[in-house]
């Protein structure tokens, strides 16, 4: 089955610095990837997503994009702040076959230090 | 603006009884969702559905039904609570299933 692989747990970086989190996908198809933040206390809401290769999603300063050859989807920013302290989840939507469902991976834990 | 409300926001139920959460949205989305929420396993969905009355199973359907009286109202049901149930649940919608999905603000759920 689908599955979506987010390689960092937790990510602690003090302001300013440049984040990277990794994530990989496997899926039978050719899926749509998205990028969602969950700010504490709230539900997950869309950053951006992309459906083709090579397109790249950007928002807030946070973009990604969307490698075939590699499946992988890597979240990045340039400078972060302590407002983007949050929860980051990586997942993906798989046309083929009817389903109709997201794929999330497991989460990371973004800790910004002041 | 899009909406997804949840109800209750938190519940504390017993081994063994009966737990109803609800979700209700003003999207006019066809599809709509129940997610839990565990440290360390990210979301994963227990039920589905794309149309009223009607339901699907997701990744983790064991141990919930689930119920989609009208477009706007999405129910999940654990009849008999176990403690393994503890977790946050989150209920979504989207319009489509390649599209955006919106959550409501969750459910935090512990079985004692």
């Known amino acids: 089955g689908d599955s979506v692989t987010q390689t960092e747990g937790q990510v602690a970086l003090s302001e300013e610095d440049f984040l990277t989190i990794h994530c990989n996908y496997s899926a039978s198809g050719y899926p749509t990837l998205f990028w969602y933040v969950q700010y504490p206390g709230e539900g997950p809401q869309l950053l951006f997503r992309a459906s083709r290769d090579k397109e790249k999603g950007s928002s807030r300063g946070f973009e990604a994009t969307y490698d075939k050859g590699t499946t992988s989807f890597h979240l990045r920013k340039a400078s972060v702040q302590e407002s983007d302290s949050a929860v980051y989840y990586c997942?993906?939507?798989?046309?083929?076959?009817?389903?109709?469902?997201?794929?999330f991976g497991q989460g990371t834990v973004l800790s910004v230090i002041p | 603006e899009a909406a997804v409300t949840q109800s209750p926001r938190s519940k504390v139920a017993v081994t063994g009884g009966k737990v109803t959460l609800s979700c209700h949205q003003t999207?006019?989305?066809?599809?709509m969702y129940w997610y839990r929420q565990d440290t360390g396993h990210g979301l994963r969905l227990i039920h589905y559905?794309?149309?009223?009355?009607?339901?699907e199973k997701g990744d983790i359907p064991d141990g919930y039904k689930a119920s989609r009286p009208s477009q706007e109202n999405f129910s999940l049901i654990l009849e008999l609570a176990s403690l393994s149930q503890t977790a946050v649940y989150f209920c979504?919608?989207?319009?489509?299933?390649?599209?955006?999905?919106?959550f409501g603000p969750g459910t935090r759920l512990t079985v004692l």
């Open positions: 999207n006019n989305h066809d599809y």
């Open positions: 979504a919608s989207s319009r489509d299933r390649l599209y955006e999905q919106y």
């Open positions: 997942a993906l939507s798989d046309s083929t076959g009817g389903n109709n469902k997201l794929t």
């Open positions: 559905s794309y149309v009223a009355d009607s339901t």
